[in-house]
């Protein structure tokens, strides 16, 4: 049976963090704009680890004993909060596993770590943005309860909409 350990990074894992997130997102083509070109920029900044690392939660998630996964953890004050709009209010953003180490509940694993943070912050509610056509993420995010709020859907840049979800504590 596999085991799956979420913790946080340390800063020696930094840049192999960031491959793991860019190589999950590239592998389902969420790097490829609407026009078919590839978002290097979006790409280096799923990359840079060490700046989301200043001020917020990363983490990685090890299969038997292996990094095989990441997630930002941005909690009251987190300057990289986007959807979060109080103190009340928690998020989780770039969440990647490796496509090889799907199925095995990395997802879950760490999506569980932010819904025991938050309530351990006594945050009232956890919310995330998603690309559309992030259905595994979706499905994911429904097994622990997050429900769909078009209401805080967004575009952070012209031709990028996200849809958000969240989820009362």
Request: proline fraction near 5%; charge should be negative.
């Amino acid at each position: 049976m596999t085991r799956v350990r979420v913790r946080p990074a340390v800063p020696a894992e930094h840049a192999r963090v960031g491959e793991i997130v860019v190589e999950a997102y590239s592998a389902e083509g969420y790097l490829v704009r609407a026009d078919g070109s590839y978002d290097a920029s979006y790409a280096a900044k799923l990359a840079d680890v060490a700046s989301r690392a200043e001020g917020s939660g990363v983490l990685v998630a090890e299969l038997d004993g292996t990094v095989v996964g990441t997630v930002t953890w941005c909690g009251a004050g987190s300057p990289m909060r986007e959807l979060a709009s109080h103190d009340g209010q928690g998020e989780f953003r770039m969440l990647g596993v490796l496509p090889e180490a799907a199925g095995h509940g990395v997802a879950s694993a760490m999506v569980r770590w932010c819904l025991d943070r938050a309530a351990e912050d006594g945050l009232s509610e956890v919310v995330i943005s998603s690309l559309p056509e992030m259905l595994p993420a979706h499905k994911v995010y429904a097994r622990h309860d997050f429900v769909r709020r078009p209401d805080l859907d967004w575009s952070p840049v012209p031709g990028t909409e996200l849809v958000a979800f969240s989820r009362r504590l």
